[in-house]
């Protein structure tokens, strides 16, 4: 399984990086590179030649070295992420130039722009290890994957990784309801209902409400919005950056945006109550999962009918099976205090969820049985 548990928050002011080092005395070439950092989102250093501060050279995440400016930066200190840049597209000592100065890569304009704006913007944003991204649906309606979705990333975020959740169901009333977060100032889907291409990791994160520690990506209360592939796409692809765990809530039904964010996951939890007619709805329901997504697992969910348990929804899905999904007695009522599914450290969903994350990377982890009695993840 891919992703990351490293339990890092948001970044500090402090721990911000500067932006590009551009090293050119080209008027046409820089305003073409300050253009490309603008649209990544980075505000660069220009210099004519080497920075002379001391470090200057070293600390940029990234160098972009104009051909005019190669002759000037023969003896700096060799480094990685050094670019030589330009327009002409058949100078024959290019190459020669980029060996003198140590580049890793030789790009000419126009044709390696948006390759560019993306390594700017990796740079800018420290890019490492991508979210361990999950998705949870429900095999019925009611079966709960809304309620799971809050207490696995309520959990992630109160054990100290970097959270972010998000609301994939237009019809689902709204993820954050649950986390008593409906009046919150920040950023719905319809902010983002017109992304295209890239899309900030750090701009996304900071521009949405920030919940029980977490940050979350909800519909808002006006009419229905449509969100394109596309969006789908640019807004989970920035989500995945910021590293940590990202949840998301989907419906049942799969759509081309639904497709878009199921093939951004890692993994898929399907919650199963434990009856004959919610494991052949979720059987549609995988079905059609399954041709975008390949490690779904079911979380099955009593009171189980006669002659059912958890083993069996499991096997008659042909799924792999994560647990038991204990109930959690007084959840509305905790609700309506304020304490969102999760909330509670000793609660039930809680204990599953923190047992999840703890066993979620572990190679080879794919059955992970129900602990005897109570239920839950062992």
Avoid at 194 to 210: D, N
Avoid at 306 to 335: F, K
């Amino acid at each position: 399984m891919a992703g990351s548990f490293a339990g890092e928050g948001p970044p500090s002011a402090e721990g911000r990086r500067d932006g590009p080092l551009i090293v050119t005395e080209d008027a046409d070439l820089l305003d073409d590179l300050l253009r490309l950092c603008a649209a990544a989102g980075a505000v660069p250093e220009v210099h004519h030649g080497p920075p002379e501060a001391r470090g200057g050279w070293e600390r940029a995440p990234m160098i972009l070295v104009g051909d005019d400016a190669a002759h000037r930066c023969r003896r700096v200190s060799r480094r990685p992420g050094v670019m030589l840049v330009g327009r002409d597209q058949d100078d024959p000592d290019v190459w020669r130039r980029a060996v003198e100065i140590g580049a890793e890569y030789v790009l000419r304009l126009p044709d390696s722009e948006g390759w560019l704006v993306d390594q700017i913007a990796n740079a800018v944003e420290g890019v490492g290890r991508p979210a361990l991204t999950v998705g949870v649906m429900g095999g019925r309606g009611g079966a709960g994957a809304s309620t799971l979705a809050c207490a696995l990333a309520v959990t992630a975020a109160r054990s100290g990784r970097r959270a972010l959740l998000i609301d994939g169901d237009p019809l689902g009333g709204g993820i954050d309801v649950l986390l008593g977060g409906e009046e919150s100032e920040g950023a719905r889907w319809p902010d983002f209902a017109r992304s295209k291409g890239r899309l900030g990791g750090g701009a996304l994160e900071e521009s949405l409400p920030a919940l029980h520690g977490l940050r979350v990506l909800s519909w808002g209360r006006d009419d229905q919005v449509i969100v394109p592939p596309q969006a789908m796409r640019s807004v989970l692809a920035a989500a995945r950056r910021l590293g940590g765990v990202v949840v998301v809530d989907l419906p049942r039904r799969v759509d081309e945006s639904v497709a878009e964010a199921l093939a951004q996951l890692d993994l898929g939890l399907l919650v199963v109550p434990g009856e004959l007619r919610a494991v052949a709805a979720a059987q549609r329901v995988a079905s059609a999962v399954r041709m975008v997504l390949e490690d779904l697992r079911v979380v099955a969910r009593g009171p189980y009918t006669a002659g059912l348990d958890e083993q069996w929804v499991a096997q008659a899905l042909g799924l792999p099976l994560v647990g038991d999904l204990p109930p959690e007695t007084g959840l509305p009522s905790a609700q309506d205090n304020g304490v969102p599914p999760g909330g509670s450290p000793r609660g039930a969903l809680a204990r599953f969820s923190a047992a999840f994350w703890d066993l979620a990377d572990a190679p080879g982890r794919v059955h992970v049985p129900a602990r005897p009695g109570g239920g839950g993840v062992s």
